[in-house]
């Protein structure tokens, strides 16, 4: 898929976006039916796991999922800023950078839903629909830390469904959205260490800090091209 270049540098969606994401939930439906019917025959174990007295499957999918989200999302918020700053110009391109900033934030925002809405078969949270949807109203688990990760996936809901209404919206407002980006960033981070049971874990702490530092590395190099490109622009204007 190509993204084309206006007159004003501003990038277009293209028009299969909306058939690309029908297509993307119907194959994530099929691949669920699919598991959900034939791997309890492969793996007997399993169906202990997700139907047995103590199942633990729901647990292991939620933090599955949860991992899954968290780094889709550092690599939408990379290659926006990569965008940002021009360096998706050298790689992969800017069009190609733009394409796949926009289709992992969707995908990245659907394992997110899938680690709230999983624990839903998990008894010993206990969690119902309410408490799911509704921030800070799991009042048996943690409820101010995972609440900020329920308002950071309601933003990022905000900012994915933005892509589809750039034109009605305007670049200004357009851009202005996207960048409360780094706030959906800040809640899910603080989310993840303050709520999540691998926190404490050598690899979890690695995984924050690294991803954390690339971005703020990124964010402060797109700074310091703005600030490089303003003396230019007013030598231009006199």
Not at 43 to 62: E, N, V
Not at 148 to 154: C, E, K, T
């Amino acid at each position: 898929m190509t993204e084309k270049l206006n007159n004003s540098n501003e990038m277009t969606l293209p028009d299969s976006s909306p058939r690309v994401l029908g297509l993307t939930i119907v194959a994530a439906v099929m691949g669920v039916l699919v598991a959900v019917a034939y791997l309890p025959a492969w793996q007997p174990g399993l169906a202990a796991s997700i139907l047995g007295d103590s199942p633990k499957a729901y647990w292991f999918l939620s933090r599955g999922s949860a991992l899954a989200a968290y780094g889709l999302l550092w690599l939408s918020m990379a290659l926006g800023l990569a965008l940002t700053n021009k360096l998706a110009r050298a790689w992969p391109g800017g069009p190609t950078a733009f394409d796949v900033h926009q289709y992992v934030s969707i995908l990245g925002m659907g394992f997110a839903l899938f680690h709230g809405l999983i624990l839903l078969g998990d008894r010993f949270m206990n969690f119902h629909v309410a408490q799911i949807l509704v921030p800070f109203s799991t009042q048996g688990y943690k409820p101010l830390w995972v609440g900020l990760g329920q308002l950071a996936f309601y933003l990022w809901a905000l900012i994915t469904l933005s892509f589809y209404v750039r034109k009605q919206m305007g670049s200004k407002t357009w851009r202005w959205v996207h960048s409360v980006s780094f706030l959906t960033f800040g809640l899910a981070i603080l989310h993840g260490i303050a709520s999540g049971t691998d926190t404490s874990t050598g690899w979890a702490s690695a995984m924050y800090w690294v991803s954390g530092g690339i971005l703020l590395f990124l964010l402060v190099y797109r700074i310091a091209v703005t600030v490089a490109a303003k003396p230019r622009g007013r030598q231009l204007v006199n």
